[in-house]
Structures are given as C-alpha cells and as structure tokens.
C-alpha cells in the first residue's frame, strides 16, 4: 500500500524478526468493487491449514498464514502443557505439499497417553489439556524487579504501530510482540492471536531467551488464554491496544501479573499488577 | 457509561433481541489505574465456561458471557452439523450451577457415533467435524432474488453503532446482528464471535426463521468459519466492519455468497457476489 524498504524498520527498531508483508505467500491480490461502485484490487491476508501432530499422535489442524509452522507447532505444544522443558525434541519436520508438522520427542511425552484415555469416555482432549493449564498455572510465580517506563509504553506502541506490518497491509490479522523495555524484538502475525502468541513461545524456546525481563504486546484482547500463556511463558507485563475480561483480570491478580489495556498513544488503563508500573511521563503531558 | 432507556432502542430499531448491557452478570466492575496514575473504576466483560453435552456425549466447553446458552448449544450443534433439522429436539436444559446445557434428540444423531470411531484412532473429533462441514457446504446453494441496497447498508451500520452494547459499555467483545433491509432483528455479543453467531442460528433454528432475506453482520473479520457459518444459515449477504482472508473470500466466490468488508459509514469493499448490491446512493454524496 505505501513503498518502505523492510531492513530500514529491522534495523531501526533492532528487530529479531519482524513482520514481512512482501512475502508473496501472505497476502493475495482480489478483485471487487468499493462503495461508489468502482472497480478496485485489494490485498487480503491468506489463511491455510496446518495439521500438527506429536510422534504418532495426531493433535489439532490450526489455520495459519503460515510463516513460521516450527515455531507454531512447538510453541502450541508448549503453551498446551504438551510438552514440557524437560522433553528432549528431537526433530521438528514441516511438509508444506501436505501442511503438515510434525514435532517428536526422545521419548513418548506423558500427554500421548492422557489424550487415548480421555478421548473414549468423552470424546475430545480439549477438557484435559485445559485441565493440565490450570494445574500449571497456579503453581507459576512471576519474576519480581523489572519495571515497565510509561515512557517506554509509548515508545513501543508507536514503534509497533509504524511497523509494516500484514496489518497494515492487507488487515483482518493480529499481532504479537515481544519487547524488552521500549525495544521491540520479535512480531508475529496471524490469523488467531493464539497462534501469534505461540509463534513467540516457539522461538523463545529454540533460542532459550527469558521472558522474565520482556513486555508481551498484544492487539488482541486481554483474555483469560491471553493470561495464562504470557504466565506459561514467565513474562510478567502484559499490554494490549484491546480491553479486558473479568477473568482475564482474575487471573491477572491471582498470579500478579501487571495487566495493561486499551493502550493507545500515550493514554492506558491497568486493572492489575500496577505495582510494576513507573510513571516517568509528565502527567501534564497527557493532552498534547 | 452513559444513562439511556434500553426500550428506547428494542422500541425504535424494532429489536427481537437486543445487547442489554445493564444485566449485572454479563460485566463487573474492577478498580485499576489510569495512564496518569489516578485510581479509576471501569466494565469488563464477563466470560464464563459453558460445557455441552449432545444426549450423553461430552461435546465441547465454550467460553461464553452466558445469555443464551440454550441458542448458543443449539446453533453450535448446527452449525457444526452434529444436528440436523431432522433430528427431532425433544430437550435443551441449562443448568447454571454446574454450567453446562443438555441438548437431547428423539433418537441418537449420526454424530455420535462418527465422534468416537474418529477419537480412537486421532485422538480428537475436530478433523471430522471439518470435513463434514464442507461436504455439506459444497451442496448449499444460496437464494436469488435478494438485494441490498447501498442506502440500506449505511443506516444499519449506523443503527448497530450507536444501540447501546457490551460493546459501548466494556469493549473486549464481538457483535453480530442478523438484519432484514435496514432494519436489525437480533443483535447477539459474546467473547467470541463465532458464539455471537451460533446464538443467532439457535435462535432462526427455535424461530424457524428463514436465512433468505436476511443480511448478516458482523464486527469481526470475513474468514472461512464465518462464511460457512452464514451459507449454513442461508443467509445469501455478508457484512463486516473489519477485513477479509483470502479463504472467506475465495468460499463466498464458489458458492455466491456476496461479501461487503470495512463497512464503516458510506465506504465500503465487496469481493464477492457483487450482483446482490444495489446502489441508491448517489456516489458524489460520499465525501460528505
């Protein structure tokens, strides 16, 4: 839509991986007409099946655009409590003629098992995992110590909204991103927000890098998933452009996880966790 | 967030079925601090788990505001053609306590048997559900002979906007509306919009309304799952205010279904099914 030279932002902004809106695969040109009736060509953002499955187990067919499958299907693994750090992965293979990855592990993981018992007397994992989740997630303790600037909030959703980005280019798509102080490092897009945030769980896992001194950045809402992967993945700030759930907020505070929503210029709102918050913004500032 | 009748609304618009953001169990309020540090109290939307069960199979757990359980059970089995509209509906029971709804049949539905057949050997019913859903979809044919005009399309836009909403009230929620011309019949919210859009087909489904000459709206994106939904529906035009995937758009071109996207006041795209669109708005209007 506007002409940019994509290694300017990945190197402005110190990107590890940002967004690539030229990559042919992600969008499609179509054909239609605007309101005046006028004939128009637009681009829309392509969405494709991708079936994971764990050494012979067959787990879950996502729709994604598809850019990252390794890291998705690992970081679905983990965020599902599928797999866990102690899981030697041994190989990740992806086939795009047949959209299909496949993740295996040096020995079968617990979660095989648990999947065949549960699904003939209910017919679907879905119960289970969550179930697993759960557990998890109350024995999770956020790291303490690291702060978020206002000023480095601004900083960052400015950053992130002059990205180029699938969004801006084609919309209809969410985002990820993860920061650390007011340097955005890594932005996902997808289809789902889910396999956005996961996308990020994949790679840092690949690449051990902490969550504990990281800023999640989401366009989606602050919902109770939303919550419990940032948890899963010990980043302990949260910031949406997006509102808020009760549960959401619930488990924000259960766990002390700082909650910031309907971040936009320099105005937000932060329903829990607030004691990580640093107001270096002149407050007088706030209507220029 | 601001004083209003809601009978005002359901009165002038001609609602069936309005959002009523003053019910107290669909918000709550929580304390937080805003961008200057000053304490503040707002909304956020409640979601709550609803579990399904289909005669005595466990079938999903759903997150849900929880307003219509008995549609939302209803229009999910249908849209994910567990049930069809010959299986005689003998019960639908909600239970609060425990959150879950009971839907029962005359005699078993041919689902039940496929879902377990399908979890002994991958472990999770959703590929088969899938693939039952396009077979059928590829057989629907959607009606002719119905319009909108472009007049239309800026006064329900206009309507939807300005009815007082969860949305209004906390954000963080989707809203869809089933119309007819310019006028909205039901407007249903949920955390999720494919539950704003299975409450509406529960509710056509108990009504035995028709999908023909219906238009359907929706806040959230054009994807695949929302274009099957509404031709499973019959409904023949689609609305949103937000973008398209490039699936959603290449479904709506097999099957006809017209399309309209970023449908915000006079402007917006349509990629499919143009022929349905009628302009009666003078184009020279549109800078207005």
């Known amino acids: 839509m506007f002409a940019y030279d994509l290694n300017i932002y990945v190197m402005e902004f110190d990107y590890l991986i940002a967004p690539n809106p030229d990559d042919p695969r992600l969008t499609r040109r179509v054909e239609g007409i605007?309101?005046?009736?006028?004939?128009?060509?637009?681009?829309v953002t392509v969405e494709r099946p991708l079936t994971l499955f764990l050494n012979g187990?067959?787990?879950?067919?996502?729709?994604?655009?598809?850019?990252?499958?390794?890291?998705l299907a690992l970081g679905y693994l983990l965020n599902q409590n599928m797999i866990h750090e102690d899981d030697h992965i041994t190989s990740i293979d992806y086939d795009a003629d047949i959209e299909t990855v496949v993740v295996r592990t040096a020995m079968k993981t617990t979660f095989e098992?648990?999947?065949?018992?549960?699904t003939l007397t209910s017919g679907c994992a879905q119960g289970t995992v969550f179930g697993d989740v759960m557990e998890k997630f109350e024995t999770i303790s956020l790291p303490e110590g690291h702060i978020i600037k206002?000023?480095?909030?601004?900083?960052l959703v400015k950053k992130i909204n002059t990205t180029p980005s699938l969004y801006l280019e084609a919309g209809a798509i969410h985002g990820c991103v993860l920061a650390r102080e007011d340097r955005p490092l890594l932005y996902m897009?997808?289809?789902?927000?889910?396999?956005?945030?996961?996308?990020i769980a994949g790679y840092m896992y690949q690449n051990?890098?902490?969550?504990?001194?990281?800023?999640?950045?989401?366009?989606?809402?602050?919902?109770?998933?939303m919550v419990i992967k940032s948890v899963q993945m010990g980043i302990p700030i949260v910031v949406s452009r997006s509102g808020f759930t009760a549960w959401g907020v619930e488990l924000a505070k259960q766990v002390g996880l700082t909650l910031i929503g309907r971040a936009r210029g320099k105005r937000f709102v932060a329903l829990a966790g607030q004691h990580r918050i640093v107001s270096d913004i002149d407050p007088l500032d706030e209507d220029e």
């Not at 206002?150 to 900083?155: A, D, I, K, P």
């Not at 897009?189 to 996308?199: P, Q, S, T, Y």
């Not at 800023?215 to 919902?223: E, S, V």
Request: glycine share 8%.
């Open 34 to 43: 605007d309101h005046a009736g006028k004939e128009i060509v637009t681009s």
């Open 57 to 71: 187990q067959e787990i879950v067919t996502m729709m994604t655009i598809g850019d990252y499958p390794e890291y």
């Open 113 to 118: 098992e648990k999947v065949k018992k549960k």
């Open 150 to 155: 206002t000023s480095w909030l601004t900083t």
């Open 189 to 199: 897009e997808d289809v789902g927000r889910h396999n956005a945030v996961d996308k």
């Open 208 to 225: 051990d890098m902490s969550g504990a001194d990281k800023i999640f950045y989401t366009t989606g809402r602050l919902t109770s998933e």
